[in-house]
């Protein structure tokens, strides 16, 4: 539908709430949109629940979120002279990839990983040192890879068990999660910048998760910007609510692409190894919605911003607070599991991972 093309009867009988808001108001809202939002009409204020998972998002981008505790998402498209807004119910989605999708990425990086062992010859007399180094990076990067793949299914699969809660410092998480971020894409050549508008940041979350969320959308932003392009992480406070964006630099995406970011159909996502299965922004997903935020994806003016909104909750009095630390379960680092989808073969040399 173009800008242009605007019919309000179009959407009347469709079974998913629409509304089109013009300057802050609904100017047209279908019939499973009142059901939702009894006794709106247009020309009324956008309910405050849909104005909260919107935030400031212009067209084309996309949200998930809750609205009145309705867990949901949100795509939003320039059309007749406003914003169209479709809703669609995540309510008895596990956001699970098919099991075609997950046995080919599966089989891809286990042919990876064989392919790098086959190639560190025993019985070489003389073995070439510096081929040896570059497999066995390869071999470590491909290990890295498939323990990415099965973290990103475990959090998408809605394991409950992960979520633990407790009093912890956000500012100092990012703070922590940006200098790694920093030092590895140094290294690998790409231009990334952060700042934090505060130093310390009380609340209540799972640190372990929250850091995870955090090296998603970093590795979703150095894929899309490449080398040569820029990508940033910025936290802000915004009243009661903490605001992480991470940006890059790079082609704009369509309406179509952004709007599938959440929807949860993964048979549309490419099998382009580059891409992956979308487990990543769905893992982001759940991450904020377990703390009770809201995720904004959104494409304009040469940038391209995901941020996540999340409610400050002060730890209660007497609760020990948890200073953010580096996981090193299982002897891998964090930030080199999360990133080794993007980041060169070099840095998985066997002794620098000691």
């Known amino acids: 539908m173009s800008g242009d093309d605007w019919n309000e009867t179009l959407f009347d009988g469709f079974p998913e709430p629409v509304l089109l808001l013009r300057e802050g108001k609904v100017s047209y809202c279908n019939r499973a949109a009142a059901g939702r939002f009894p006794g709106l009409r247009p020309g ?48 008895g989605s596990a956001g699970q990839p098919g099991l075609e999708r997950l046995s080919l990425q599966l089989r891809r990086e286990t042919a990876t990983l064989s392919a790098a062992l086959q190639r560190l010859d025993p019985t070489e007399e003389v073995p070439d040192e510096e081929k040896v180094k570059r497999y066995l990076a390869a071999a470590n990067q491909g290990l890295y890879r498939i ?43 790409y231009d990334f910048t952060w700042s934090l508008e505060t130093s310390g940041l009380l609340t209540v979350g799972d640190d372990r998760l929250l850091r995870r969320m955090l090296l998603c959308l970093v590795s979703n932003a150095m894929k899309a910007a490449g080398r040569k392009g820029k990508l940033g992480l910025k936290l802000s406070v915004r009243g009661d609510r903490a605001v992480v964006t991470v940006w890059n630099t790079g082609l704009a ?27 990543g922004l769905e893992a982001v997903r759940r991450t904020a919605a377990l703390h009770g935020g809201t995720v904004l994806a959104e494409s304009r003016e040469g940038v391209i911003r995901c941020v996540v909104s999340l409610p400050i909750r002060k730890p209660e009095q007497g609760e020990t607070l948890r200073t953010p630390k580096v996981d090193y379960s299982g002897g891998f680092l964090p930030v080199l599991v999360e990133l080794s989808d993007v980041l060169p073969p070099e840095l998985y040399h066997f002794e620098d991972l000691q």
């Open 253 to 279: 995406l369509g309406e179509q692409d952004v709007a599938r970011m959440f929807g949860g159909d993964l048979a549309a996502v490419p099998t382009d190894p580059r891409q992956g299965l979308g487990l």
């Open 44 to 91: 009324d204020e956008v309910p405050g629940g849909l104005k909260a998972l919107l935030g400031e998002a212009c067209p084309p981008a996309a949200a998930a979120g809750e609205v009145d505790g309705w867990p949901c998402t949100a795509s939003l498209q320039a059309v007749g002279g406003g914003t169209l807004v479709v809703l669609r119910s995540r309510e």
């Open 147 to 189: 323990i990415r793949l099965a973290d990103h299914l475990s959090l998408a699969g809605g394991e409950a068990e992960q979520w633990q809660p407790r009093g912890m410092d956000l500012a100092g998480l990012c703070r922590e999660t940006a200098e790694e971020v920093e030092s590895v894409c140094r290294m690998g050549g």
